[in-house]
């Protein structure tokens, strides 16, 4: 009959939604209005280090690192009063043994029929890898400054123009140009002496 169609393709429907829930390769949660957990696929549990079990029932602020819960808390408020309908936010989670992991988490809230909230829908990507990438460059950024400042020769950095791109401590007390009046000059035109301008 059709009826039986109707709710065979239902189920079919569903079973195929939560199979996609389940396998996305992000991680995926539901919480409730009040932030506590109602469903969380594999790859999320994965992320953080909790089984499913001991995710289910808590309230989400319980692994999100102590720094980040008020930016969730003033953000799910907006969403709750129709101020936005989704966010984006780069946020620390706690991991089960106790680091910290960097995940970019996209926020959504889903409304019934007649339009009342209903639950949050959480989809959550694991950018720690990324974010020491950057932690790393920008303390090699520091160290190499660091050397550049407190070298005892004058140090000139220069582009394929030959515009001046950097120019340290001891090239102010060599050559008596103030950093802020070389920057993006040529270097023929400050520091080269005019007879060999042209060469």
């Known amino acids: 009959s059709e009826i039986k169609r109707v709710e065979g393709e239902l ?26 957990v109602l469903r969380v696929n594999r790859a999320l549990c ?13 309230c989400f602020s319980d692994v999100t690192h102590p720094e980040d819960i008020d930016i969730s808390r003033m953000n799910i408020a907006r969403l709750l009063k129709g101020n936005i309908s989704a966010y984006l936010v780069e946020k620390r989670y706690i991991h089960k ?7 970019r988490v996209n926020t959504s809230l889903q409304r019934n029929a007649a339009g009342e909230p209903q639950h949050l829908i959480c989809q959550m990507e694991n950018i720690s890898a990324k974010r020491q990438a950057e932690a790393l460059q920008q303390e090699r950024k520091h160290f190499l400054r660091a050397i550049f400042e407190s070298a005892l020769d004058a140090v000139v950095l220069m582009n394929g123009k ?12 060599i050559f008596g140009w103030h950093r802020d009046e070389v920057l993006g000059r040529s270097l023929h035109d400050t520091i080269m002496p005019a007879r060999y301008r042209e060469a």
């Open 11 to 36: 189920r079919a429907s569903e079973r195929q939604s939560q199979d996609m829930f389940e396998h996305a390769p992000l991680g995926m949660a539901t919480l409730g209005l009040d932030g506590r």
């Open 46 to 58: 994965n992320i953080v280090g909790y089984a499913r079990e001991e995710l289910t029932g808590i």
């Open 97 to 103: 043994d106790g680091h910290p992991v960097w995940a």
């Open 162 to 173: 030959g515009q001046i791109t950097g120019w340290n401590g001891q090239a102010e007390k």
